[in-house]
């Protein structure tokens, strides 16, 4: 699987030549990739209106033809010579126009156009930079590469004037190939050989966590476990990083069990419900809410406390410093929801793996949904996606994402839907007097959880589901 990982970097020897070096190449790449893509769009157009001109060309021909065949079939039939003069006189007309036409303003346009493109398509976009520009050839094969592919995406939205034609801005990264950066250790530091004999030095960050899960991840590169692929280097901030991409080979070592499935209930009582599709009794409850809503009192009476002393301190120094501590705390508190969220999507896929499950069902949740699934502030649920699914594809679990409709009204055991079914919000109870669950309490989440792993109803966008076509 392909993954990306954020690495500050610094040059140690030569350094003015290094980032003099990079800030060249950096411009004249955003250069060439905006005048390739005004190359290639040119071409197009230009392609389009040949086609275009072509056509309409051959249809008015062929309009007239057409006609002309017609008053010649009306000559034979008519017996007047009256009658006969007056289509004689329609069919010197149109021989007349037919003759314009076949030397008309179109084709010449389209001749034109023509003589155009044959000339600008001798030299192709390669050999089009080369000529314009002063870039290593590594630099012009990704951004050949970059240029087609934005442009192939681009296009048709484009034409249809729903967007513009891209602009490669100022800090715009540069692109470079994966196969040019080699990564060794030297006296307990990881360095980064590059091109132009460049050597960058990689800063690992204060924070001791991130900074060790760094290490192992360029200890796997070095080990040759971790493929490079072609990244990018830009400048943040004053600093250099480079974003590194890898393919990191998925591990399939542990046996899972053929169509067993994990689903997943999000909720406000308890963060996450999982089960199994094909048993009953594997279940578990991930966080208790509790926990949380005790960190959340105490972060937000500190967020009041401080907005409070911020009111009170009129300028100056003081109020500077409160106004730092202020941001520094949303900091935190952004924090806290991404913790919460690792902590969840962790022990998911722990779950799934520890229970040889191939899949991991999820509720397909538009952003106002969302907002019903956690009392945290600032919880994202596409991140927590982000988390799960970038778990599981490590241990070779598939996550997909099902339709919400009905998954905490229906009954997991027998399937029966009426109303009422779940009259407190803990607890679900069937009225389907068949069932085995008839008129028991069963843990509402639990129900959510197991509809989840059973459905089979995957969809990948709001307009699928029949949940939105009711609400
Ligand atoms: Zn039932």
Redesign the pocket.
Known sequence: MITARKVKLTITENREDGYNFIHNELREQNQALNMAMNHLYFNYVAREKIKLADETHKIKLAEDQGYLDQKYTELKEVKTDKKKQNIRKSIQAAKKRLETLRKAENKQVAEKFKEIIAASEKTNLRDFITDNFNLTSDTKDRLTQKVSADFKNDIVDVLRGERTLRRYKKGNPLYIRGRNLTFYIKDEEYYIKWMKSIVFKCVLGVKKQNSLELQKTLDKVIEGKYKVCDSSIEFKQNSLILNLTLNIPVCNSFDKVEGRVVGVDLGMKIPAYVTLNDSDYIRRAIGSIDDFLKVRTQMQSRRRNLQRALKSTKGGKGREKKLKALNQFEVKEKNFAKTYNNFISSNIVKFASDNKAKQINMEFLSLSETQNKSVLRNWSYYQLQQMIEYKANRVGIKVKYVDPYHTSQI??????YEEGQREKQEVFI???P?????NIEVNADYNASRNIAKSNKYITKKEESEYYKIN
């Open positions: 009954c997991s055991k027998c399937g029966h069937c009225k389907n068949e069932c085995k669950n008839f």
